[in-house]
């Protein structure tokens, strides 16, 4: 691994599923963060990790839970998926807050 | 007024202009500004960080200004490459919150 990865690439999901989306770095980055793109409203913040036990709610956070048992991972899973959540999701780390970003290639998702 | 505001575009330019985005943040407070670049269905990098004395990096040319609140981004010699979507990102301070993104800037380089 060299980065950040997510998986699965793309994924069509019948709404009302549960579906966890991967997220892994490899940069032993304290911070990470899972986004959500949508055509017109740019990327919004859907929760956060500052350190490996702690998480924090960001702008969009509804419908989402997290959770961060390691440095490395921070899973980001919809317990009954809604079509509202189709998105591209991205996963990103630094390694302090005011740091560079650095994103993984992105999830696309699409709940029918 | 929202957080981070971007101009428009989309900015259709030919090979060789020279093009300027601009961003206007509402947090006076905020601590640090960059650009990301975003490549059609690709992740955002990090293109540049933005310092208060402006700062260059090739081609490209960032400046901020406090008082008025303003970040730009100046590409010079515009290249097909650079067709991208840009994005204006404000780091707010400390007790305020993570990166906010504006919704980005889309540039089209034409031969």
């Known amino acids: 691994i060299a980065g950040i990865t997510q998986a699965p690439t793309s994924q069509i999901l019948a709404a009302g599923r549960r579906m966890t989306l991967r997220c892994t770095q490899d940069m032993r980055h304290n911070a990470m963060y899972w986004y959500r793109q949508d055509l017109g409203l740019g990327l919004r913040l859907i929760h956060y990790s500052n350190t490996a036990g702690t998480t924090g709610k960001g702008e969009v956070p509804d419908g989402y839970s997290v959770s961060r048992a390691n440095t490395d991972d921070f899973p980001l899973t919809l317990a009954s998926a809604v079509p509202s959540q189709t998105s591209v999701y991205f996963c990103?780390?630094?390694?302090?807050?005011?740091?560079?970003?650095?994103f993984g290639p992105g999830t696309r998702l699409t709940v029918l | 007024r929202k957080e981070v505001e971007q101009d428009p575009g989309p900015f259709n330019v030919p090979e060789g202009a020279t093009v300027a985005f601009n961003c206007t943040y509402s947090n006076s407070a905020s601590q640090s500004f960059f650009w990301y670049r975003q490549d059609c269905r690709k992740e955002p990098k990090l293109l540049m960080s933005?310092?208060?004395s402006g700062n260059e990096d090739g081609r490209f040319t960032a400046q901020l200004n406090r008082a008025s609140q303003y970040i730009s981004l100046l590409i010079r010699d515009s290249k097909l490459s650079d067709s991208a979507t840009y994005l204006c990102?404000?780091?707010?301070?400390?007790?305020?919150?993570?990166?906010?993104f504006g919704k980005g800037t889309k540039l089209s380089v034409k031969p």
């Open positions: 990102v404000v780091l707010p301070p400390a007790s305020q919150g993570n990166l906010i």
């Open positions: 933005v310092y208060s």
């Open positions: 990103a780390s630094s390694g302090e807050r005011a740091n560079r970003q650095f």
